[in-house]
Every structure is written in structure tokens, then in C-alpha cells.
Nanobody, 116 residues
Framework: QVQLVESGGGLVQPGGSLRVSCAAS????????MRWYRQAPGKEREFVAG????????SYADSVKGRFTISRDNAKNLVYLQMNSLKPEDTAVYYC?????????WGQGTQVTVSS
């Protein structure tokens, strides 16, 4: 079955960098666009970044544009989110998502905390 497993979260100081990863299985990874979302305490889950099947097209939320980069490795079934110039307001649980055969699948999330 479809499985998404995020990793790489942690505590980082403001201005720092972090890369989170999402390992996918149970579907033909290279045939599906992938997306990152995040959810901060007390807030709704929001879109962060998306990437097309071969990575030729990406999109970003305005709040992260210029600071975050989404990428993928279709040989390894991995999607990444490189986060630079992190701010306290980037603190959230980060989730990857795939829309597969009519429904959304989510990972369990990885916590990113930006604090001094």
C-alpha cells in the first residue's frame, strides 16, 4: 500500500538551514507529483511546495519562495525540502502528500522547530 515516511526534522536556530526528506513506497513514484505541507500549532495545514513528476516544474507558497527548494530523486523514491533562512514562523510539522487513485495519502510528519 502507499506509504510516505518523512524524516530530517529537528531544532534549528533562526537563519539556519535544514533538509527534510520523504521516502515513498507502494506506488510508481516517478509517475506522481509530490507536495509538501505544514501545520503549525493552532493553525490549519497549509501548502508549502510542489514538484512535478520529473521535477521540471515546481511551485511554492509565497511565504517560502526564495528560501525553500523542493526536489526529488526518482531512482530512490525520495522527495526533499531544503529549507534555508529559517524563521520562527516556519515552526511546524511538515508532511509530504501524494494524490493517488482518487485520494490523498499523507505521511506521519516531521517536526521542525526554529528557535534560539
Amino acid at each position: 500500500q502507499v506509504q510516505l515516511v518523512e524524516s530530517g526534522g529537528g531544532l534549528v536556530q533562526p537563519g539556519g538551514s535544514l533538509r527534510v526528506s520523504c521516502a515513498a513506497s507502494g506506488f510508481v513514484f516517478s509517475s506522481y507529483a509530490m507536495r509538501w505541507y505544514r501545520q503549525a500549532p493552532g493553525k490549519e495545514r497549509e501548502f508549502v511546495a510542489g514538484i512535478s513528476t520529473v521535477g521540471g516544474s515546481t511551485s511554492y507558497a509565497d511565504s517560502v519562495k526564495g528560501r525553500f527548494t523542493i526536489s526529488r530523486d526518482n531512482a530512490k523514491n525520495l522527495v526533499y525540502l531544503q529549507m534555508n533562512s529559517l524563521k520562527p514562523e516556519d515552526t511546524a510539522v511538515y508532511y509530504c502528500k501524494v494524490y493517488h487513485r482518487g485520494r490523498d495519502y499523507w505521511g506521519q510528519g516531521t517536526q521542525v522547530t526554529v528557535s534560539s
